[in-house]
């Protein structure tokens, strides 16, 4: 891969995300953030804001976005989506022990962590995470920007809207549906439909808060 790869975030997820890259064949020649968190890994350094970032055009780069969530998504769409506006493309990221389907359909930026599955007749939106030793089981709709965290599990048909975040552990039996911006807490069997905005716990799930506040 000849385009050049710049990274959004310099944290943990961005750190990972560099390390696929390298075990994809392909390197990113550095990242972009609010603070310089020095290098992402050696040969990956700090280029600046992004301001920085846009003294590059459009069509000479691929993006990777680096900045993860842990519950709440809203900086990770906001960067996606005003990038997108602006015209720049989102690199996917694929692990190379992750398990893709071949009639999977996916969205710009999605991202496919260390022992990921995506089973047969799934669609994903864009800048979507599966994270390490996620499943992703057949027939499921996963929307934009949903974080499927590590060890989590979507049984067959289900329906995820956009924003969601699974926590890390956590099981959505089959055919379930879970509206836009819901929380499922690490760790939690959700047996029952998820309305939007709410955040889920428990063995089964219940409803803990509103999240419209």
Known sequence: MNTRIIMLG???HARVLAGTLLQQGSSAEGYCAPGNEGELL?????LGTDAQLLKHPAEDVLLVNGVGSVGYSDLRRELFERHHL?????LTVEHPSATL?????QGDGCQFLPGSIVNTGTELGN???????ALVEH????GDHVHIASGAVICGGCSIGPGVHIGAGAVVIQGIQVGNGAIIAAGSVV???VEPLTLVAGVPAETKRDLTG
């Open 139 to 142: 027939d499921c709709n996963i």
């Open 10 to 12: 310099g944290g943990g």
């Open 86 to 90: 602006q015209g720049y493309r989102f």
């Open 191 to 193: 047996i029952q439909n």
């Open 127 to 133: 800048n979507v995470i599966v994270n390490s030793r």
């Open 42 to 46: 050696p040969g990956v350094p700090y």
């Open 101 to 105: 389907a071949p009639d999977l359909i």
